[in-house]
Nanobody, 122 residues
Framework: QVQLVEFGGGLVQTGDSLRLSCVVS????????MAWFRQAPGKEREFVAT????????GYADSVKGRFTISRDNAKNTVYLQMNSLKVEDTATYFC???????????????WGQGTQVTVSS
């Protein structure tokens, strides 16, 4: 059984930085590809970033590339999303996800966190 708990969201201003964390239960964390998605009100769920299990290759949406960084600490069963130079357009609920393969579609992930709200004001 895999459970994900997210935290770190909050209210910030344009240009600020924020780090999201996702703690995954169990000792199988290193076997999963991890990803972050986000969803704004009235919008579909959007891919943000992903990181592979072993090679640690990463992938990013064009909208966040160069500003966001995904990383993982297998010893802590935690995946992070460092968000810099935040924009109003980044406002959304951010979800952590775990799956067998690192893809950009939500269907690829079997386990999801509850979501954490990020609000960026100007």
């Amino acid at each position: 059984q895999v459970q994900l708990v997210e935290f770190g969201g909050g209210l910030v201003q344009t240009g600020d930085s924020l780090r999201l964390s996702c703690v995954v239960s169990g000792r199988t964390f290193s076997n999963y590809a991890m990803a972050w998605f986000r969803q704004a009100p009235g919008k579909e769920r959007e891919f943000v970033a992903t990181i592979m299990q072993y090679v640690r290759s990463t992938g990013y949406a064009d909208s966040v590339k160069g500003r966001f960084t995904i990383s993982r600490d297998n010893a802590k069963n935690t995946v992070y999303l460092q968000m810099n130079s935040l924009k109003v357009e980044d406002t959304a609920t951010y979800f952590c996800a775990a799956g067998a393969v690192a893809l950009v579609t939500p269907q690829a992930y079997n386990y999801w966190g509850q979501g954490t709200q990020v609000t960026v004001s100007s």
